[in-house]
């Protein structure tokens, strides 16, 4: 598990990624990033760097009720490419003890 979006915080904590082709469409995303969106992953930023909050925990930006992301469309690369109940997924989720 992530506790936050990955690519935003590789970004985030990696500022010379902004300069890798493989980052560019998150990039944009990332730099375009507002409101709650931004606010929780700076939170997160802050509060993991501190040792307050896991970075193996649930994904801030996830609403676990409805086990759906709250900001799907600002969602980074990794997330589009890792839909929830995909085969990429589901290996993750299994390998994470998450599902059976």
């Known amino acids: 598990m992530q506790g936050a979006p990955p690519d935003y915080v590789a970004l985030s904590l990696n500022p010379m990624f ?3 082709p493989s980052f560019a469409e998150d ?3 990332f730099e ?3 409101g709650e969106p931004l606010h929780l992953l700076q939170e997160y930023l802050q509060q993991s760097s501190e040792g307050i909050t896991p970075t193996d925990g649930p994904c801030v930006w996830l609403d676990e009720k409805n086990e759906s992301c709250r900001f799907y469309e600002d ?3 990794t997330c589009r490419v890792f839909e929830i109940n995909s085969p990429g997924c589901y290996y993750y989720r299994k390998q994470e003890g998450l599902v059976e």
């Open 75 to 77: 969602r980074p690369s």
């Open 32 to 34: 375009n990033l507002s």
């Open 27 to 29: 990039v944009i995303r």
């Open 18 to 20: 902004k300069d890798d």
